[in-house]
Every structure is written in structure tokens, then in C-alpha cells.
């Protein structure tokens, strides 16, 4: 049993800022602003797209699955944040971290699949409209959202159990704002190269293999829209392109510097930073960028408000 106490701590001290004590209260407006921000702007893109006939398509199908996940992504660390940056007692129970560790990580997973999926379907649309409604069906677009989540949920379950039973040797203090699967390979003690090489491998298929299989298809939309004679069309199939390569670079970027190099070679402050732009930032852009850059869900936005006024 003392084994066991030793190897799991009852609890972990997060950091976080304890080395820059001035930032905890900027960082903390930051996040008391943005996460609002956040979840207004994701639930107002799911009831458009619900709500308005026209935004019943397959790209607005991914597009309430991926706000749906930005929701739960930021959700599963920002309220946690919030109460130890704006606490004396920063501290997370030893089955709070594993409940975080599971969720974040399920919702990071997914969503690195998701963007993958949502390429997917713009290349479809682009390169091959006249398939598109044979290809994009509602059955096939709910089987690959839901391989999707299998994908997601698989990966976080096997790499965070796995995480978990690393000994930790009486160590209970992470140098982190949350409880994250390369910090705790990092604090751990003992043989973890096996751990680290494993997490590398997982995420060349989970990061890198998605994002090139971006990047081939807007290859070839690109090509696509360039052929195109209609002035409108290209640009309103690079607008809406534009705000998914947008999304796709913003998510990825971190994630990659994050996830693809062994945890121990991580430096001090960059899985802060890292997780406050991946997991608050990314989720607040979002809804922004799709909306500033898309006609239809600006209308449908519109329409939405109108008929919410006039109700009144």
C-alpha cells in the first residue's frame, strides 16, 4: 500500500506561473473573457446550423461536430485553470488528473481526425461535385464522424492508461496549468523511453499523417478552384477553404511542437503555453474565423438574431 501511496500521489501540485507569479491575473482575465467567448460563439454555430434548412449540408454536419468538441476541448481545462490561478491552493486530486487527462485527450484525438474528415469533404465538393451527394451521404458522413470518436476515444484511452501506471516515486508536483500526457512522462521516474517512443508513434499517425492528407487534398482543390471559370465560385470556395486551412495550421501547429518530439526534450514553459493556445485560444477562434469568412453561416447568423428579436 505505501507503494502504491508512493508511485500515486493522493494529489498534484500544478505549478503553472509559480515561477512568474505576475502572470497568473492577466492570464487569468484572459481565459475568464475568452471561455464565454468561446462557448457562445460554438453553441451559436450548432444552432444555425440546426436551425437554418440551407446549412443542412455535410461541411455544416463537421462543423457542429468540430464546435461540439471545442466546447468539451476547452470545458475539460479552463474551469480547472481558472479555479488555481485564482486560488492559493493549486492543487488537482490524483482522479481529477485522470479524469482530465482522459477528456482532454479524447477531444484533442478526435478533433485532429475531425479537421482530417472536414478536407475530406471539401475536396469531394470541389473536385468532384457531381459524386458529392452519392459520396457525402448522411450515412456515410455519420459512419466517418463516428469512426472519428472511435479513433479519438481509442488513442486517449490507450496512451493515458498507460501514462497513468508510470511510477512516479512520491514526485506529486507538474510543472503544468493541467494534467497532460507528456508532462507526466516527463515528471515520471524509472524506464519511460518506451513510453516516449510509443506516444512519438501514435501521434505520427494521429498529427502528421492527417495533416499531409490535408495538405494533399487542398493540393488538389487548389488546382481545382484555379480551373474554375466563374470569378464567384473561386472565391467563395476559397473562403470557405481558407477558414478550414486556417483552423487546420492553428490546431496542428502546437499540437505538432507538442506531441511529435520525446516529452523529456520538452523546455519548462512550452506545455503552458502550448495548452492555453490549443485548448483555449483554437476553440475561441473558431467560431470567428467561419464566420467572419462565410456567407452562409453570416446570414444564417443573421436570420437567427432577426427572428430572436422580432420574437421579443
Known amino acids: 500500500m505505501a507503494l502504491i501511496n508512493q508511485s500515486h500521489p493522493e494529489e498534484f501540485i500544478l505549478l503553472g506561473f509559480a515561477d512568474r507569479p505576475w502572470l497568473e491575473l492577466p492570464v487569468f482575465i ?13 453553441i451559436a454555430i450548432i444552432l444555425v446550423s440546426k436551425l437554418d434548412p440551407h446549412l443542412h449540408s455535410p461541411m455544416y454536419f ?12 476547452t470545458t475539460s481545462i479552463v474551469p480547472q485553470m481558472l479555479f488555481n490561478l485564482g486560488s492559493p491552493k493549486k492543487t488537482i486530486s490524483y482522479m481529477g488528473c485522470a479524469v482530465q487527462l482522459y477528456f482532454f485527450h479524447i477531444m484533442g484525438g478526435t478533433e485532429c481526425l475531425l479537421l482530417a474528415i472536414m478536407s475530406f469533404d471539401r475536396y469531394v465538393a470541389i473536385c468532384r461535385p457531381l459524386h458529392y451527394t452519392l459520396i457525402m451521404n448522411q450515412h456515410i458522413c455519420i ?14 484511452v490507450s496512451e493515458a492508461t498507460v501514462t497513468l501506471q508510470l511510477p512516479l516515486c512520491g514526485v506529486n508536483k507538474l510543472d503544468h496549468l493541467i494534467c497532460e500526457i507528456p508532462v507526466l512522462i516527463k515528471t515520471a521516474c524509472g524506464e519511460k523511453e518506451v513510453n516516449e517512443l510509443t506516444l512519438s508513434v501514435v501521434c505520427i499517425f494521429l498529427l502528421a499523417v492527417p495533416l499531409c492528407l490535408i495538405l494533399a487534398s487542398y493540393a488538389s482543390i487548389g488546382r481545382a ?3 474554375m471559370k466563374s470569378s464567384e465560385g473561386r472565391k467563395k470556395a476559397f473562403g470557405t477553404c481558407s477558414s478550414h486551412l486556417i483552423v487546420v495550421f492553428l490546431f496542428y501547429g502546437p499540437g505538432i511542437s507538442m506531441y511529435l518530439q520525446p516529452p523529456s526534450s520538452i523546455t519548462r514553459d512550452q506545455p503552458k503555453f502550448m495548452a492555453l493556445f490549443y485548448g483555449v485560444v483554437t476553440p475561441t477562434a473558431n467560431p470567428f474565423i467561419y464566420t467572419l469568412r462565410n456567407k452562409d453561416v453570416k446570414g444564417a447568423l443573421g436570420n437567427l438574431v432577426r427572428s430572436i428579436l422580432s420574437f421579443k
Do not use: E, H, Q
Not at 459512419?143 to 486517449?156: E, F, N, Q, R
Open 143 to 156: 459512419l466517418l464522424v463516428s469512426i472519428v470518436w472511435l479513433g479519438g476515444i481509442t488513442y486517449a
Open 30 to 42: 484572459i481565459l475568464l473573457i475568452t471561455y464565454p467567448m468561446a462557448m457562445m460563439g460554438n
Open 62 to 73: 463537421f462543423l457542429t461536430n468540430l464546435s461540439f468538441l471545442d466546447m468539451c476541448y
Open 225 to 227: 478552384v484555379l480551373k
